[in-house]
């Protein structure tokens, strides 16, 4: 499990070193755990998240113990494109955090896409 980690964190250093944050355009920064999801949008120059949203607080609304499947990876890219709305964000840069970018993520990214974040 360790190198699985180590090899996921070397992706990781290599997409960072080419994808930053503005504040016109912030980062989306993904986060899969096997239990949950999270995400971020970040302004790099200064150092700050914007605003975020994860599967914990889908967790909170069904009731269900495991909240991490493609579902509700979608609606947590909803509620994410939602949220920076609201935040005066239309444009991102996605940061798949060496994650391959197929299933979880990917419906994550897909929903943001439709709920109308441009990246």
Not at 25 to 53: C, K, M, W
Not at 75 to 86: M, Q, S
């Amino acid at each position: 499990m360790l190198k699985k980690q180590r090899l996921r964190m070397r992706r990781h250093t290599h997409i960072r070193k080419h994808v930053s944050g503005t504040p016109e355009r912030p980062r989306l920064a993904v986060f899969r755990s096997n239990r949950h999801l999270y995400v971020q949008l970040i302004d790099d120059e200064a150092g700050r998240t914007l605003t975020s949203a994860s599967t914990l607080e889908l967790r909170n609304e069904s009731g269900a113990a495991s909240a991490c499947n493609i579902a509700n990876a979608a609606r947590v890219g909803e509620l994410i494109a939602e949220r920076a709305k609201n935040a005066g964000v239309e444009r991102v840069v996605f940061d798949r955090g060496g994650f391959r970018y197929h299933g979880r993520v990917k419906a994550l990214a897909d929903a943001a896409r439709k709920s109308g974040l441009q990246f």
